[in-house]
């Protein structure tokens, strides 16, 4: 079992990054898929970006709403993955969670949330002038 914890959120103005990461512990990342999702208070948890590892192969795949903006990677001595987020917009604004799962775990990492089995506890993103 993995324990996952997010940290790097916090307060920005539009057109600025912030990098957010997501520890783990208890298992290394690279066992998992490993993805980022947001979630805005009333709405369904939507899906950011996820990674996954495969020999020298690496696996990533984003949301169109922040393809260009938002990269994901993994640092394997640190155990963590990273969302690097540029260009932030004020539709950005929301709860950003990281999870881990075994499915895709050596291929295609899935992009709906049912699919993985542990959670961080989520950072606040908020992005506003």
């Known amino acids: 079992q993995v324990q996952l914890v997010e940290s790097g959120g916090g307060l920005v103005q539009p057109g600025d990054s912030l990098r957010l990461s997501c520890a783990a512990s208890g298992r290394r990342l690279s066992d998992y898929a490993v993805g980022w999702f947001r979630q805005v208070q009333g709405k369904e948890r939507e899906f950011v970006a996820c990674?996954?590892?495969?020999?020298?192969?690496?696996?990533?795949s984003y949301a169109d709403s922040v393809k260009g903006r938002f990269t994901i990677s993994g640092d394997g001595a640190k155990n963590t993955v990273n969302l690097q987020m540029n260009s932030l917009k004020p539709e950005d604004t929301a709860v950003y969670y990281c999870?881990?799962?075994?499915?895709?775990?050596?291929?295609?990492?899935?992009?709906?949330?049912?699919?993985?089995?542990?959670w961080g506890q989520g950072t606040q993103v908020t992005v506003s002038s």
């Open positions: 999870a881990a799962g075994d499915e895709g775990a050596d291929s295609y990492p899935p992009r709906r949330a049912s699919a993985y089995d542990y």
């Open positions: 990674i996954s590892w495969s020999a020298d192969l690496t696996y990533a």
